[in-house]
């Protein structure tokens, strides 16, 4: 927790409270009606400073130390989760939200919280999936698998006098649920990665509302129960129980199904009632992106040995760009020491260009094995790779090609 936690308010012979730092003219709205409830004394001493001016670094002053310590000890790069930060955190550590309770109406909370920690800079966070406190219900505990697997650290948790909440604790149909979104999730990662490497590089947010890429469109201001993975991928949640369809909003722009690549026609920013059955969850690819992905496994070991694959969305201009960073995934500082692998892509109405910008890891071969196009205006009867013809199939306006080439070389995907 890295909080200065204790049982006993203020000290066993309590806190003096004739002092102005225990008993401040003015209390915010605090839990147990002093600055001493469950902690000690304002008063108390950090060395040169009083727990009254320091209370809230606390955390994030716990988890710096604990960061050095562990790069020094492991020499690896360290993982540390807490639940007391501060803005300044996310260089550190991630944030979990604390003691949520198995409510629809926490689950829905639990987005804004996300989003709040990402202007913080904070994007590994997440709530405890589930709920902490409280039983669960099967379908709660389904859709909140739904909704946790697009945290930026997604984790099942609960205290132990409540009843179990792992997926294996539920129905068949539950089950195949949560697996089904959990390996979405680890398809995905390739993507969330390089987000949160944008994040350490540029300090962009990884979780983002919709405000942030439609700033023109009032709609988006107030809406906190739907948000973005980066700029690319819309994630629009069941946050009701019994719920069997979800109103989504989308901004006016290209818009595609996640799972079918059908467009979304709208003709100006609107919401739109869409199917959302108990193993479903509404997921939509913005057009003008190109999402990198992986064939997903069980272990991130495992799925880091599987193809890659691209998620091509042609925008409104028939264009689309996208990057790939990826290195050992455990090394400490690589970037600025340069080892990592960094692509970009480049796709218009008829072409992919692939161009490695930076290549300075070779442990894993990185084969991209399959595109798929998103909105082609065309039926095409040719594909090839560097003008060599390439198997493909095509649906609808869907393209699906289907080759062997590794991303540590440019090349490029043509059809017509």
Known sequence: MNEISSFVDGSIHGCDKTSRYNSPPYLPDVVGGSLYSHTICPTARHKNFLNYDVHNLYGLAE??????????????????????????????????????????????????????????????SGSDICGFHQNRSQELCTRWHQLGAFYGFSRNHNSDDCLPQDPGQFDAKSIASTRKILLV????????????????????????????EFPDDQMTYHLDTQFLWGSGLMISPVLTKGARTVKVYFPMDMWYDFYSGQKVIIKSGQFLPLPAEFDHINLHIRGGNILPMQEPAVTTTISRKKPFWLLVSLGLNQTANGQLFWDDGDSIDTY?????????????????????????????????????????????????????????????????????VSFTKAFKITWQ
Do not use: C
């Not at 990662?189 to 942030?212: A, D, I, Q």
């Open 185 to 212: 999730r680890y398809s995905l990662l390739p993507y969330l990665y390089t987000l949160m490497w944008r994040s350490h590089v540029f300090g962009e947010t990884v979780t983002r509302p919709l405000f942030f």
């Open 63 to 124: 988890t710096a130390a604990s960061f050095r310590l562990l790069k020094e000890v492991r020499g690896k790069r360290p993982f540390i989760i807490s639940r007391s930060t501060f803005p300044g955190q996310g260089h550190y550590g991630g944030h979990w939200s604390g003691d949520n309770f198995a409510t629809f109406y926490d689950m829905y909370k639990s987005i804004s919280a996300m989003l709040h920690a990402n202007m913080y800079g904070i994007p590994v």
């Open 336 to 404: 600025e020491q340069g080892n990592y692998n960094l692509i970009s892509f480049i796709a218009s109405k008829s072409s992919l260009i692939a161009d490695p910008e930076h290549v300075n890891y070779h442990a894993e071969p990185m084969m991209l094995g399959n595109v798929t196009v998103f909105g082609l205006s065309f039926t095409p009867t040719k594909v090839a790779l560097d003008g060599k013809p390439i198997k493909f199939s095509f649906t609808k306006t869907v393209l699906y090609i289907y080759l062997k």
